[in-house]
């Protein structure tokens, strides 16, 4: 098939971006003709990419936004794709995958950053309602439950016209002796002291993933914990200077490292997020055995509240809850329990199980789009080479 993936960057920079080029590669394999619709070209450069470029008006960021889900649109339209794919704040398409939640609900749990910003609520708005409003919107595939929810809450859309898909997760590699070298080895190069407990908190977008909440929540711990902040944000330096005196020793701000190696070297991950459409984090976390305690606004607390390994917060603004759970967690046993069940809940979440779901929700698309066109499908194209 000829398929388009419309998204404003292909470059591995964050969640959205490397799922485009895991996808793109995937399409590639099975033998699709894939086009790229973007502001930038794919990088690494790839030559089995065609790409089609969507200019747009630079600044300001609300204009950027909105010339670039026109002119993609328009893009889109010209190309006669067998299948467009939308990915971000796109609309026109003909399959759109949502990774970020209704946007009235994304606002209103942060409301103070946005208590500025009506133009950009305006166009945000105004693209979510073209897009779920489009009758050529044959299918909408959401990496969550509590997103999928939003969205039907928001625009009414049909069980049979949504479905959830999560991503794959990565599996770490075993426990083992040479996992357990470099674990002693990520401490000591965090300043951690062998006897202390460490809750990881890993992210760039520090307020949204609740930060602040997780360092209020360590001040009232009675075990030994520090916490290991993963990560960087440009906004961050006011929350770092307002680190309270009695927390400081505790909290280690180590920047942008590996990840995954920091999650195999904790104890916990703290991760009390005002809005999460599912924090791949969690579920890395949860692969490596690592117990959770997690915000019930984030979509990955459906995995841990019904599988176990970790803990749902009933209140993520609650400095005491979270400092209970940690306590709960000082356990050796108990942390040890959580381990097995944490790494059950997240095993069956493999990419090949999520692009097998994904090959089938394309194929029926690419079905009723024919049948919508009156022309033939290409569904004998469909199956991976």
């Not at 202390?196 to 909440?213: P, Q």
Request: glycine letters at 8%.
């Amino acid at each position: 098939m000829r398929i388009a993936l419309n998204h404003t960057r292909f470059c591995p920079a964050g969640g959205a971006e490397n799922y485009v080029l895991r996808l793109a590669e995937h399409l590639l394999a099975r033998g699709d003709e894939v086009h790229c619709v973007g502001r930038k070209p794919p990088c690494p450069s790839d030559a089995r990419l065609r790409f089609h470029r969507v200019r747009c008006i630079p600044f300001p960021q609300e204009l950027r936004i909105l010339s670039f889900a026109y002119g993609s649109a328009r893009r889109v339209a010209a190309g006669a794709f067998d299948l467009a794919i939308g990915l971000g704040r796109t609309f026109g398409h003909d399959v759109h995958r949502d990774s970020s939640g209704a946007f009235e609900s994304f606002r209103e749990a942060l409301a103070p950053r946005f208590a500025r910003s009506r133009l950009y609520c305006r166009v945000a708005r105004h693209i979510e309602r073209r897009l779920y409003e489009d009758p050529r919107l044959i299918h909408t595939f959401t990496v969550s439950g509590f997103v999928k929810r939003q969205i039907q809450e928001c625009y009414g859309i049909p069980d049979a016209r949504i479905s959830v898909l999560r991503n794959g997760v990565a599996q770490p590699a075993p426990r083992g002796g040479a996992r357990e070298t470099e674990r002693a080895l990520v401490r000591r190069r965090a300043g951690t002291n062998g006897d202390r407990l460490v809750a990881v908190f890993v992210g760039n977008d520090w307020r949204r993933k609740g930060l602040d909440r997780a360092i209020e929540g360590l001040r009232r711990t009675r075990a030994p914990w520090d916490l290991w902040v993963v990560g960087d944000d440009k906004h961050g330096r006011p929350l770092r200077r307002s680190v309270p005196a009695d927390a400081r020793s505790r909290v280690r701000f180590l920047g942008p490292q590996d990840g995954m190696s920091h999650l195999a070297a904790a104890d916990a991950l703290l991760f009390p997020s005002r809005f999460d459409s599912l924090a791949n984090v969690v579920l890395e976390a949860m692969a490596c055995g690592l117990p959770v305690i997690v915000s019930p606004m984030d979509g990955a607390a459906e995995i841990v509240g019904g599988g176990g390994g970790g803990f749902v917060l009933e209140n993520p603004a609650d400095a005491a809850e979270i400092a209970a759970k940690l306590d709960a967690l000082s356990d050796a046993p108990a942390r040890a329990a959580l381990e097995r069940r944490a790494i059950d809940a997240v095993a069956p979440l493999t990419w090949e199980r999520h692009f097998t779901q994904l090959d089938d929700l394309l194929a029926r698309a690419a079905r009723e789009k024919a049948e919508r066109r009156g022309t033939r499908s290409p569904a004998g194209k469909l199956e991976p080479v």
